[in-house]
C-alpha cells in the first residue's frame, strides 16, 4: 500500500512559511538537544496540559522507489479519545521490517525536506513525516505543513505492549503563514519522557 503523506504537500508550498522567532526558554535547534529528564509535557499556544493517553501505531507501509518503509503514529492527547480536546501528533518512518526499539528520530529546523534526516539511502525522504498540535476548543492548530519547527525523537526498548521514550518538539512563536498572518503569540512544544501504549488495533 503507498501512502502520500503530508510532509509532501510541505515541499511544493514552502513559500508560505516566515522565519520563525527564536523561542525564549527552548533550544533554536531541539533536534540536537538533551531532552530534558522531567515528565512530558506539552504546550499548545502556551495552553499546557499532561497527556493521560498515549499511544504509538502502526500507519501502514510506503514505497519510495525500490525503498519499502513501514510508517508510524505517535499520539499524545489530553483524554482517550481521538478528538480529545488537546492533541499532538508525530509521524515517522523506518525501513519495512525494522524495529522502533533504541532508534532516534530528527527534524531540523528548516524547511527544505531535502535537508532533513533520512532512513533512505538516496535521501529526500525525511525520517519523520509530520508534526502536528491541535487545542480543538480554541480551533487552533499547528502543523508541518504551514509551520518550521526541530524535534528530537528517542525509543527506549519495548516492554510487552508499551514502549518507553524521550521527546522535543519546538515550535518557535512568531511564524506566519499564507493563511494567517498574524505572527503565533507563543511557543507550542512538547518536552519530556513517556511510555506509550502499542495499539494494535
Known amino acids: ?21 527564536p523561542g525564549q526558554g527552548l533550544p533554536a ?8 529528564a522531567q515528565p512530558l509535557e506539552i504546550s499548545i499556544l502556551g495552553t499546557k496540559f499532561a497527556p493521560r493517553s498515549i499511544k504509538l501505531r502502526s500507519a501502514g507501509a510506503m514505497t519510495s522507489g525500490d525503498d519499502q518503509f513501514d510508517t ?8 482517550d479519545d481521538i478528538f480529545a480536546p488537546l492533541e499532538a501528533e508525530v509521524a515517522v ?17 528548516v ?6 534526516p533520512s532512513p533512505s539511502a538516496t535521501g529526500g525522504l525525511p525520517e519523520v513525516q509530520g508534526w502536528s ?15 518550521i519547527a526541530s524535534l528530537r525523537l528517542e525509543f527506549g526498548k519495548r516492554q510487552g ?18 493563511f494567517d498572518k498574524t505572527p503565533s503569540p507563543a511557543e507550542s512544544s512538547a518536552v519530556g519522557t513517556f511510555t506509550a501504549k502499542i495499539d494494535k488495533n
Not at 1 to 17: D, K, S, Y
Not at 72 to 79: E, G
Not at 93 to 109: A, E, H, N, T
Open 1 to 21: 500500500m503507498r501512502i502520500a503523506l503530508p510532509i509532501f504537500i510541505a515541499a511544493g508550498i514552502a513559500t508560505i512559511f516566515s522565519a520563525p522567532v
Open 29 to 36: 535547534d531541539c533536534s540536537k538537544a538533551t531532552v530534558p
Open 72 to 79: 508510524y503514529h505517535l499520539t499524545f492527547r489530553n483524554d
Open 93 to 109: 518512518i523506518v525501513r519495512k521490517g525494522q524495529s522502533l526499539d533504541g532508534k532516534v528520530f530528527r527534524k531540523l529546523p
Open 111 to 116: 524547511k527544505e525536506t531535502s535537508k532533513q
Open 133 to 147: 498540535v491541535k487545542n480543538r476548543d480554541a480551533k487552533t492548530d499547528q502543523s508541518h505543513v504551514t509551520y
Open 161 to 178: 505492549d508499551s514502549i518507553g521514550g524521550k521527546i522535543y518538539l519546538c515550535v518557535p512563536k512568531g511564524q506566519t503563514t499564507i
